[in-house]
C-alpha cells in the first residue's frame, strides 16, 4: 500500500538531507484507532496513536527494505501465523529517531495467532511505498526490491496490455462520446469540451474543460494518448499536440497513439472526431439503436435466403383475407389486435387471480380517469357513478357480489334497470306442518296420599240471636228454659230462648284415615295440538360458490 509521507516526515527528510545524514526508517507501528474512516485522507499533522491503541510494534530487519527505482523505497513487514491476537486499522513508519515518518488507513484487519486445533492463524505483510527525490541515496536502502519481493511489472504490464485491445476491438481506433474532448473555442482562448472518449481502447475522461494556454497554430491539432507507469500504477495520458505527428515508443517502452481533432484554420474549426450519442451504456445504447444501415444483411436478404421463394412480392394491411399469396403486414396484425381488444371492451370476467391482469382493471367502484381509459368512458359513461364529475368516472362494484343476467324483456326479473344493483330476496312461501290424530281418548290423572290426617271446619258468625222453641203440649216441660210458660205452650206459638250472644258452633270432623282422592277428567275428543317450527340459517341465501376477482377490460 502507498504511504502518507508526513508533515514531521518531510521536515525529516529536509533536516537529513542538508545534514547529510541517512534518514533509517526502523519500525512498523500497527494501531487500532476507533472511528478511522479508512476512505478519508489522513491528517498529515498528526502524531502516533496514543499507547493504549497501538497493538504492535515490529522492528523492520535490513533485508526488508529495497528500492523501486532511485525516488521509491519500499520497507515490507512479514507477520507470521506465530504473532496475534489483534486487529488494527492504522499502520505508521517510525525512523531511528522516533519521528512518525509516514502513514496509512486501512479497512479494519484481523491477525490471529496459529492454535491449532482450536484456532487457524494468518500471515500478514504489508508493504509501504515512499517515494521522494533522492528517496534510495537518503534511506541508504541498497537491495533491488525485485529481490524479496514478486515483480509483477511484466505481468500487470501484459493485463494492461490485453484491457486495451479488448476495448479497442469495441470501440475501435477512436471512439468519441458525443462533445466529449471537442476542440473549441473558449472565452480566453481554445479547450478541449469535456468527456469521455475511447482512443486505441484507452479510456480519456476529461471532467472539466481543458484549456489550451498557448496560440494555436493552423493544421491539424491531435491528442497524443497513452498508458504510461505512474507510482505503482498505470494510468492513462494525454497531450494536445499540432501539426503533422506520428506515432512512437518512449524511452520507457510506452506507446503513443495520435488521434486527430480538428484541422483549423483561423477562426475555422473543421471537426475531425469520430462521435457516438451514447449516453448510458453501451449495450443499452446498441439494444435501443435504429436506422437504415447498408452493411447490414437485412438490406439485400431475398426471399430465397428465408425459404419464401414462393411467394409473391405483395403485402396486405387487409386482417380480413385469408390468401396464401398474401403476407400479412405488421399494420394489419395490429389492426387486428386492436379489432379484437376494442370488442372485449367493457367486459366482465372472474379471474383466479388477486391482481388485475395488464389491459383490466378491477371492478371494485373506483374512480378512474376518463381520458386515460378513454374507450370504456364511452362505453359505460357514469352509468356505475360520475365520479368527481369532471375528470373521472366509476366502475362496477362486483365484490361479493353473483352475476345475474339482465332481463331484457323476459319477464323473469321484470322492471329491473340494466346495471342496477339488486338486494337478496326469498321468494314468499309457506311451510305446511300436522300433528298425528291420536281420537278420543283419556288422560289418566291422580292425586298424592296424604296419609292420615284431619279437615279443619268452621261455623260463620251469627251475631247475636235467639233461637226459638215449638210449642210444647204437655203444661210442664222439665228442665226447659224459664222463658217458656204454659200460656205460651197452650197457645201453640214458638216460645223464645235467652239470647245466646254473638258466637260460632264449633265443627268437629273425625280422622279419615291415609287416602286418596279420584281424579276425573273429561274425555278430549279428537283434536291436534299446534306445532312451532324454529329458524334455521344464517345470515344470507346463497348456493354453494368460489371467490373469484371480477375485473373489467379497457
Known amino acids: 500500500m502507498s504511504a502518507s509521507i508526513t508533515l514531521a516526515g518531510e521536515s525529516q527528510i529536509a533536516l537529513k538531507q542538508s545534514l547529510q545524514q541517512p534518514l533509517i526508517v526502523t519500525q512498523f507501528i500497527f494501531a487500532k484507532v476507533p472511528g478511522l474512516d479508512p476512505t478519508k485522507p489522513l491528517d498529515r499533522a498528526a502524531g502516533k496513536p496514543p499507547a493504549e491503541q497501538i497493538v504492535h510494534v515490529y522492528t523492520i530487519p535490513e533485508k526488508n527494505a529495497g528500492y523501486v527505482n532511485p525516488n521509491q523505497v519500499v520497507y515490507s513487514a512479514q507477520l507470521g501465523s506465530d504473532i496475534g491476537d489483534w486487529d488494527f486499522n492504522w499502520v505508521g513508519l517510525e525512523d531511528a529517531d522516533g519521528i512518525l515518518f509516514a502513514a496509512s488507513s486501512v479497512p479494519l484487519q484481523q491477525k490471529r495467532r496459529n492454535i491449532p ?267 356505475y357513478g360520475a365520479g368527481d364529475g369532471s375528470t373521472t368516472f366509476n366502475l362496477p362494484d362486483m365484490r361479493g357480489l353473483f352475476p345475474r343476467g339482465w332481463d331484457d324483456g323476459r319477464g323473469l326479473d321484470p322492471g329491473r334497470a340494466f346495471g342496477a344493483y339488486q338486494d337478496m330476496m326469498l321468494q314468499s312461501h309457506n311451510h305446511g306442518a300436522s300433528a298425528g290424530e291420536v281420537g278420543n281418548h283419556l288422560h289418566a290423572a291422580w292425586t298424592d296420599a296424604q296419609g292420615e290426617h284431619s279437615h279443619a271446619a268452621w261455623t260463620d258468625v251469627q251475631g247475636n240471636h235467639q233461637h226459638t222453641a215449638p210449642r210444647a203440649q204437655n203444661n210442664n216441660v222439665g228442665g226447659g228454659s224459664p222463658n217458656f210458660t204454659t200460656a205460651n205452650l197452650q197457645n201453640g206459638t214458638t216460645a223464645p230462648t235467652d239470647w245466646a250472644g254473638a258466637h260460632s258452633h264449633n265443627v268437629g270432623i273425625g280422622a279419615a284415615g291415609a287416602h286418596g282422592h279420584n281424579v276425573g277428567i273429561d274425555w278430549a275428543g279428537a283434536h291436534s295440538h299446534a306445532i312451532s317450527v324454529a329458524a334455521a340459517g344464517g345470515a344470507e341465501t346463497r348456493p354453494r360458490n368460489l371467490s373469484l376477482l371480477f375485473c373489467i377490460k379497457y
Open 117 to 383: 486445533p482450536e484456532q487457524i492463524g494468518n500471515n500478514v505483510t504489508r508493504n509501504f511505498l515512499v517515494a521522494f527525490d533522492g528517496a534510495m541515496q537518503l534511506t541508504g536502502v541498497k537491495i533491488d526490491a525485485s529481490t524479496w519481493q514478486h515483480d509483477f511489472t511484466v505481468r500487470l504490464a501484459g493485463i494492461d496490455e490485453r484491457q486495451r485491445l479488448a476495448i479497442r476491438n469495441i470501440y475501435g481506433r477512436a471512439c468519441f462520446i458525443g462533445d466529449g474532448l471537442k476542440f473549441e473555442k473558449s472565452q480566453t482562448g481554445y479547450q478541449l469540451h469535456p468527456g469521455l472518449a475511447f482512443l486505441e481502447g484507452i479510456r480519456v475522461d476529461i471532467a472539466q474543460p481543458m484549456i489550451i494556454p498557448d496560440a494555436v497554430p493552423n493544421g491539424k491539432i491531435s491528442l497524443d494518448v497513452c498508458l504510461q507507469r505512474q507510482m505503482n500504477d498505470v494510468v492513462a495520458n494525454w497531450r494536445v499536440v499540432f501539426g503533422e505527428q506520428r506515432e512512437y515508443t518512449d524511452p520507457a517502452g510506452a506507446s503513443h497513439y495520435i488521434i486527430p481533432l480538428a484541422d483549423f484554420e483561423s477562426p475555422t474549426v473543421v471537426d475531425l472526431r469520430s462521435t457516438q450519442p451514447i449516453t448510458g451504456s453501451l449495450i443499452e445504447y446498441l439494444a435501443a439503436r435504429n436506422g437504415d444501415y447498408q452493411g447490414l444483411r437485412a438490406r439485400s436478404t431475398t426471399k430465397a435466403d428465408v425459404g419464401l421463394g414462393n411467394l409473391p412480392n405483395a403485402i396486405s394491411d387487409d386482417p380480413a383475407t385469408n390468401s396464401s399469396e398474401i403476407v400479412a403486414s405488421t399494420a394489419a396484425l395490429n389492426k387486428l389486435q386492436k379489432q379484437v381488444g376494442d370488442s372485449m371492451t367493457g367486459m366482465v370476467t372472474g379471474f383466479a387471480i388477486s391482481w388485475a391482469p395488464e389491459g383490466w382493471l378491477k371492478c371494485n367502484g373506483a374512480a378512474v380517469s376518463r381520458t386515460t381509459y378513454a374507450r370504456l368512458f364511452a362505453w359505460l359513461g357514469t352509468h
